[in-house]
């Protein structure tokens, strides 16, 4: 049996309108089909090996851009060392093993490695079963119905002439995709549980802090105690000794901050265009307007920019020591912290309050410190839903804005004779230059498509800020989920289908007053026509997954990062911050890529039984990126922010649908072409296989993957920490608002004999006349220091550096570059360490012009006045017995006994702590 293929070309245009809706209706002309493909090819594999020469002719001769991490990681998380030798960098990416990764990149770098890996050797496998299969059924189905135009060699390999009992092959090999993938993630499941055990028993992980830590969020009112965060902790599960505190409102504190930092950065932009020529300075001095809001204004006026910056950056600086020192009298918040002496006690109250809400409350496992979003913590769960509800609604309107666009690129770019259809004079050009046009067919669509999708993380994470998630490392998995989401429906659903739901379109218009609706439908072969649509849109999906390869090697490259770091160095004036921040290695968008990988893997997966094609490009593919993104993870990127391989089940849940997806698709294939119901009845079971199939994997690994332990375990099980009062837990998890170091403006030596000379020039006529503003501020003294100084006596303004000291490497250990290093975890000082010999950060002197700061140096660390850190308490131990906690029997006040002589935190209560009573068991 055999049914007449729909029309591929171009019908004669009536008039604009009506041609327009015709070729909507049937996008994909497969006239150019072939040769876009090839010259798809030979423009990606081209342009692959350029940019991978280019790689290995630069690589030795820039160790600032192709090597960072050999060049600032300590011994321990330094790469394999590799001389200069062109081809030198191949044998440590192919030599270095997984243990070794996870010791040098981390567990999350080393775990996106293991991903690619197991997506090249699934789609290897899939590749010889799909192509054994598919490809032999189609051709002598095709052939024997007589069903396709075989001088298109693309569309003979489509299943259009596939009817009948030929569908039997569909099903078994649907059933042999299904348990192949599931047979390679249960494979990876268990290697990636051991991987995280190792995280786990690692020494980074059992010295920190944050592994012992629980937070409390959601505390109600009448709870928002130090004391009350333990009760909280007690009746979820009294394990163990801790120490608990609550959260203080730090109110406009973090938002001072944050506008002293700007205005640093902007008074730095300024001088270094200023200053680019110390010799010879422009004629006029720069000029600014005041902020929006300046309360030595009474509105918006130009000012003379480097006085009025100084003078703001002062102003704010005063504000933020004040707000410092008025932290104690401010109401505490809706979350907190304990630490417990051991990880196995911590992660024991975890398993056991994982279900359960105490008062209210809710109990997770704290991240780090410097993964937390600190402004999301108070957030109610009303809040919360609010912001996750407005983040998904944002989405969907993007989603939707997006589809008009798609889908006129689907149309007109993804099949240019479309385009000429209605513009005569184009038309005349693809006539004259056929070989040319199709080659430009096969770069244009994926091209532009592959822009937008560069541009697109960046405004997904921008959505998700105001979606209420904890830390940035669970808003980059929502991030990757709802990338996901946007691109199987735009790109599989709206780009592949969109011809079809314009067919629907038409059958309806065309069935006006003669039937109804429905029958119109149905008379217009929805499933044949959507199956033709797949089998149309095939070539294009080639294309696009063989541009995939001059990513991969435009990545390698980096040659975007050198023409940025060029162009910037050349042609502007950048400032010592940001030259050193260009320096610093690069943090890696794992968002971004697991996008990626997930979504060629749904390409493969859905459009392998109408091109089988797609399986042997994807697996090259994914081959070629393990070796490109394991030289870029080991010597280039860093992971901003560690979460110890958290993305796992992201992507295996999106593994998994994908290829539900695919058993879809393929199901209505079958429905269109079957011989007998037997054929779909036997689709149904692989949907309870793969719920199964997870249902399986989350009760025997996912525990294990989150918690450290699931039972009591008493300390001499387990290595016992520092006792919680001396873990400094209210300075590792307070606000860094509260004792952030404030950022210096960085000066060039060049210009240093400058400073006093154009900061004292009052010739700023408009100046002169602020009145105020001039009262507000007068310079009475400009001190500079240089970089590293260790003691530096008197006021410091700025802090000069000369040319050899503008780079990452001796700003490392700076609190505002530690972002650049994994938070300090690249050279072996984290922040998140609990050892009491933590690296002192006391050669990064500052000190405020015109402001006394007196100052208080605790372990290392520099604090000023008005925050202390919490081991300067004194208070008496709260000794309680598992038997007697409760809240009517144990009431909580606002003051307890036993307060520090220290008034940290006015009339607080002080740090929760409980021992657990063994013998009460």
């Given amino acids: 049996m055999s049914r007449p293929l729909s029309g591929v070309g171009v019908l004669p245009r009536d008039d604009g309108t009506d041609q327009f809706l015709k070729l909507i209706q049937s996008p994909f002309n497969t006239l150019l089909s072939e040769k876009a493909f090839w010259s798809s090819f030979g423009y990606s594999f081209g342009a692959a090996l350029l940019f991978a020469l280019l790689f290995c002719i630069l690589r030795p001769y820039n160790r600032t851009v192709y090597a960072p991490r050999l060049k600032h990681a300590d011994e321990k998380h330094a790469p394999p060392p590799v001389d200069k030798g062109v081809f030198s960098w191949v044998a440590p990416v192919v030599k270095t093993r997984e243990q070794v990764l996870a010791e040098k990149i981390g567990v999350d770098a080393t775990l996106f490695l293991r991903f690619i890996k197991m997506s090249r050797n699934l789609m290897v496998v899939l590749s010889v079963v799909g192509l054994g299969v598919y490809i032999p059924l189609n051709l002598t189905q095709n052939a024997k119905n007589n069903a396709v135009d075989h001088d298109n060699v693309f569309i003979s390999l489509t299943p259009l002439g596939v009817w009948g009992s030929a569908c039997w092959a569909h099903v078994i090999v649907s059933y042999t995709f299904d348990i192949i993938v599931c047979l390679f993630i249960w494979w990876n499941y268990r290697a990636v549980t051991r991987l995280r055990r190792q995280y786990l028993d690692s020494p980074e992980y059992q010295e920190s802090l944050h592994s012992r830590t629980l937070m409390?969020?959601?505390?109600?009112?009448?709870?928002?105690?130090?004391?009350?965060?333990?009760?909280?902790?007690?009746?979820?599960?009294?394990?163990?000794?801790?120490?608990?505190?609550?959260?203080?409102?730090?109110?406009?504190?973090?938002?001072?901050?944050?506008?002293?930092?700007?205005?640093?950065?902007?008074?730095?932009?300024?001088?270094?265009?200023?200053?680019?020529?110390?010799?010879?300075?422009?004629a006029?001095?720069?000029?600014?307007?005041?902020?929006?809001?300046?309360p030595c204004y009474t509105e918006v006026t130009k000012v003379d920019a480097i006085e009025y910056l100084i003078s703001r950056i002062e102003r704010l600086k005063a504000d933020i020591v004040e707000a410092r020192r008025s932290v104690d009298q401010q109401k505490t918040l809706s979350y907190g912290f304990a630490s417990y002496r051991s990880i196995e006690e911590a992660h024991s109250v975890a398993f056991a309050a994982k279900r359960k809400h105490p008062q209210g409350a809710t109990i997770r496992l704290a991240p780090k410190p410097s993964d937390l979003i600190w402004e999301n913590l108070p957030l109610d769960r009303h809040r919360?839903?609010?912001?996750?509800?407005?983040?998904?609604?944002?989405?969907?309107?993007?989603?939707?804005?997006?589809t008009v666009p798609n889908a006129l690129i689907a149309v007109f770019l993804a099949n240019l004779s479309n385009l000429g259809s209605v513009w005569p004079a184009f038309q005349d050009q693809l006539t004259r230059n056929p070989r040319t046009w199709g080659a430009i067919q096969g770069i244009l669509a994926p091209l532009v498509t592959t822009l937008f999708y560069l541009v697109l993380p960046v405004i997904f994470r921008r959505l998700s800020a105001y979606a209420g998630d904890y830390s940035r490392t669970a808003r980059e998995r929502h991030v990757t989920q709802k990338l996901y989401a946007f691109f199987i429906f735009n790109n599989l659903i709206v780009f592949s289908l969109f011809s079809t739901a314009w067919k629907y379109v038409a059958a309806v218009k065309e069935a006006e007053g003669d039937t109804d609706v429905w029958s119109a439908i149905v008379n217009s072969h929805p499933f044949g026509n959507l199956l033709t649509a797949f089998c149309d849109v095939s070539p294009f999906w080639l294309n696009y997954l063989l541009q995939r390869n001059f990513g991969a090697a435009l990545d390698l490259s980096q040659l975007i990062k050198l023409t940025k770091g060029y162009i910037t160095r050349k042609l502007f004036s950048p400032t010592p911050r940001e030259r050193i921040e260009l320096s610093a290695p690069q943090p890696f968008d794992y968002a971004a890529y697991y996008n990626n990988f997930l979504f060629y893997t749904t390409i493969?997966?859905?459009?392998?039984?109408?091109?089988?094609?797609?399986?042997?490009?994807?697996?090259?593919?994914?081959?070629?990126?393990?070796?490109?993104?394991?030289?870029?993870?080991?010597?280039?990127?860093?992971?901003?922010?560690?979460?110890?391989?958290?993305?796992?089940?992201?992507?295996v849940n999106r593994l998994l649908f994908a290829t539900l997806l695919a058993n879809v698709v393929t199901t209505i294939f079958i429905v269109d072409r079957r011989e007998s119901i037997n054929q779909i009845i036997l689709m149904a079971p692989l949907l309870l296989i793969i719920a199964g199939f997870k249902w399986y994997c989350r009760r025997t690994f996912?525990?294990?993957?989150?918690?450290?332990?699931?039972?009591?375990?008493?300390?001499?099980?387990?290595?016992?920490?520092?006792?919680?009062?001396?873990?400094?837990?209210a300075v590792r998890f307070g606000h860094p608002a509260l004792y952030k170091k404030l950022m210096v403006p960085l000066v060039h030596e060049r210009a240093n004999h400058l400073l006093k000379e154009i900061i004292h020039d009052n010739s700023d006529t408009d100046f002169g006349e602020a009145n105020h503003y001039s009262d507000t501020y007068r310079l009475q003294r400009l001190s500079t220091h240089q970089s590293g100084q260790a003691n530096i006596t008197g006021d410091a303004t700025f802090e000069v550096v000369n040319e050899s000291q503008i780079n990452f490497e001796h700003f490392r250990d700076r609190e505002e570059f530690r972002e650049f290093g994994g938070d300090g975890e690249l050279y072996g000082i984290p922040s998140d360490q609990s050892r009491p010999n933590t690296p002192s950060s006391s050669h990064y002197t500052r000190s405020v012009s015109n402001v006394s700061l007196p100052r208080e140096d605790y372990e290392g660390a520099t604090y000023p006045t008005g925050y202390h850190p919490p081991s300067t308490f004194r208070p008496e131990s709260l000794r309680r017995q598992y038997s007697e906690i409760s809240v009517e029997h144990a009431p909580i006040t606002s003051r307890q006994a036993g307060q520090s002589d220290v008034n940290l935190l006015g009339d607080v209560a002080p740090l929760g702590k409980t021992t657990y009573d063994r013998s009460y068991t």
Avoid at 284 to 294: L, S, V
Wanted: glycine letters at 6%; proline letters at 6%; charged letters at 25%.
């Fill in 604 to 651: 493969a997966l859905v459009f392998a039984p109408f091109q089988p094609l797609v399986l042997p490009v994807t697996a090259f593919y994914f081959a070629l990126d393990t070796f490109t993104k394991s030289y870029l993870l080991l010597y280039i990127f860093v992971t901003k922010h560690e979460s110890g391989g958290a993305f796992w089940r992201v992507l």
């Fill in 284 to 294: 006029k001095r720069p000029r600014c307007k005041t902020q929006k809001g300046d």
């Fill in 702 to 729: 996912d525990d294990n993957l989150d918690f450290y332990s699931k039972g009591s375990h008493s300390p001499e099980h387990g290595k016992l920490s520092m006792k919680p009062k001396n873990d400094r837990i």
């Fill in 384 to 402: 919360r839903r609010w912001g996750s509800f407005m983040n998904n609604f944002w989405v969907l309107v993007l989603t939707a804005v997006w």
């Fill in 216 to 282: 409390v969020t959601d505390i109600p009112l009448k709870y928002r105690t130090d004391a009350g965060v333990s009760q909280i902790l007690d009746e979820a599960d009294n394990v163990g000794d801790h120490s608990g505190i609550v959260a203080r409102n730090v109110k406009g504190l973090p938002e001072l901050i944050e506008e002293h930092d700007e205005a640093i950065r902007e008074l730095e932009s300024i001088l270094a265009k200023y200053l680019k020529n110390p010799d010879k300075l422009p």
